[in-house]
């Protein structure tokens, strides 16, 4: 299951954006009983989160979700942003081998200066009497910004190619991969195209050889 919970102060910052919705039902002491009612209806094995607040996972979210029997693991945004992306999953389920976080901010590229985030982690199946591989979980919020495709895709290869070092196995083979998050982007987009065909179009894209060179050189 993927869910952006939408991370109250971003809610306030950004009022104008919800001006249509009833002023009780924003509130977080509305929202958060009912997020975790829809999380317990699906009851999923594996859940990643967007826009997770800091305070409210420490307070409610993290034990909320471990009274259900999850475990969590949280990466919280770069910058002086509120909020980071969570994966949690069913300890009965699963054990955890490794967690990688993804910081996509880098201070000397200005095409990677925002603050989004990435979580990888490989866990490893509880199935008695059977051998089964690990399986690596991805989870992001790539940036907003309509305009900046080019950004979303650098902070998508950047994500990639941690999720191809941590699922890459010995045998030279790779675990069973499933990538989670919040991606700002819809069906038939060139970023969606990307990762569902393995394809990109760069009509309407807007994206240059600066782009191109840096995602070569640092990401091959």
């Avoid at 929202?31 to 975790?36: D, E, K, Q, S």
């Avoid at 950004?151 to 990538?179: N, R, W, Y």
């Amino acid at each position: 299951m993927s869910y952006n919970i939408l991370s109250q102060d971003l809610l306030e910052d950004n009022s104008h954006l919800y001006r249509h919705c009833r002023r009780p039902v924003l509130h977080w002491s509305f929202r958060f009983p009912n997020i975790l009612k829809e999380i317990k209806h699906f009851d999923a094995d594996v859940l990643c989160l967007q826009e997770v607040q800091e305070d409210h996972y420490g307070a409610e979210i993290r034990p909320s979700l471990e009274s259900l029997g999850y475990h969590c693991e949280y990466k919280m945004r770069t910058g002086r942003k509120p909020d980071g992306c969570a994966i949690c999953f069913k300890h009965s389920k699963f054990s955890l081998l490794s967690v990688n976080p993804v910081e996509f901010f880098r201070p000397d590229i200005s095409l990677l200066d925002r603050d989004n985030v990435g979580l990888v982690l490989l866990l490893q199946p509880k199935i008695p009497y059977a051998a089964c591989p690990a399986i690596c979980v991805a989870n992001t919020h790539l940036l907003y910004n309509p305009r900046r495709g080019d950004i979303k895709l650098t902070q998508l290869a950047m994500l990639l190619a941690e999720i191809s070092s941590v699922a890459h196995q010995k045998d030279g083979s790779f675990c069973p991969i499933v990538m989670c998050g919040d991606f700002n982007s819809v069906p038939g987009s060139p970023l969606y195209s990307f990762i569902k065909e393995g394809k990109l179009n760069y009509e309407g894209l807007p994206i240059g050889k600066i782009v191109i060179t840096w995602l070569f050189e640092n990401l091959g």
